[in-house]
């Protein structure tokens, strides 16, 4: 009998059994490791491992759109670069299931030729954006998306992340008071 992961009701599917092995097997590295947040960290998730892999990326986007399937999303999105095969692989799973999500890219910095865009994709005022991303630590990249997302007219729908390191990244989308969902923790990967 397979095991089976049951997020607080979230999915009760093998799906996040597997990912969470996926994960473990194919990006989960120790050592010495500077996260994006400046702390330092003996491990490092490399979730680019599995989400710009093929199955990997079918796993994440099944999971991520059983998440948000009852928030009402018009689009999907997050910071470059994370966020963009997850918000990506969501679409394509959506578009499978007869449902319409934008997919949105946040850039880290607008581009200094053509359009000057700070957000690309189909971005309406009002449209009711989830922000994924691949490992929240503190949140800080994720909040950065939220804030141009929310400049430019979007109404934030909540966040969801492939993991969560539990170092405060919930507690910082507490705060806000915006819905929050980790798929896995690290707690989670920690077990055998």
Known sequence: MRRTLNMGGMMDTPVLEQLRRTIKTNAWRTGD???ASGQKSDYYIDLKAVTLDGQGSVMVGEA???A???????????MELGSVPISTAVCLVAAQKGVKL???IVRKQAKDHGTGKGIEGALKPGARVVVVED?????GS?????EALEAAGAVIA???AIVDREMGGARAFEGRGLR???????????RE
């Open 135 to 139: 490992v929240v630590s503190t949140g």
């Open 64 to 66: 991520v759109y059983h």
């Open 102 to 104: 934008s997919n949105i």
């Open 180 to 190: 929050y969902r980790p798929l896995l923790t690290v707690s989670d990967l920690r």
């Open 158 to 160: 909540g966040v969801v």
């Open 33 to 35: 490791f500077t996260l």
């Open 68 to 78: 948000i399937r009852d928030w009402n999303a018009d689009a999907v999105g997050g």
């Open 142 to 146: 994720s909040l950065k998306a939220i």
